[in-house]
Nanobody
Framework: HVQLVESGGGSVQAGGSLRLSCVAYAYDGYCMGWFRQVPGLEREGVAAVGRDGNTFYAEHVKGRFTISQGNAENTLYLQMNSLKPEDTAMYYC?????????????????????WGRGTQVTVS
């Protein structure tokens, strides 16, 4: 049973930075990603990385966010720079048994099998 545990959220002023971390236990899939959700809105993809190292980003975070994997493949990071108030959301780590984009787009939540509980990011 895959378990994902996020950390690193918090409150920061606009223009600041945060680094989110995710540890995946018992994970042996092909794609991991970060999603975010604001109450009342749908969960949206932020970034994803495949086991082959290919990365994917939502347009509104390109150039500001960087997704990466740790030396151990079961760790995932999201470096967030130049944060804006509209980046405020609950951020979720997600893992898929399939390659990024298989059967849909990389940012389709239903293509991810396992989810963390989320970590709150607040930008003021």
């Amino acid at each position: 049973h895959v378990q994902l545990v996020e950390s690193g959220g918090g409150s920061v002023q606009a223009g600041g930075s945060l680094r989110l971390s995710c540890v995946a236990y018992a994970y042996d899939g092909y794609c991991m990603g970060w999603f975010r959700q604001v109450p009342g809105l749908e969960r949206e993809g932020v970034a994803a990385v495949g086991r082959d190292g290919n990365t994917f980003y939502a347009e509104h975070v390109k150039g500001r966010f960087t997704i990466s994997q740790g030396n151990a493949e079961n760790t995932l990071y999201l470096q967030m720079n130049s944060l804006k108030p509209e980046d405020t959301a609950m951020y979720y780590c997600a893992a898929s048994r399939f390659r990024c984009g298989y059967g849909g787009t990389w940012y389709t939540p239903s293509r991810f099998n396992d989810w963390g509980r989320g970590t709150q990011v607040t930008v003021s």
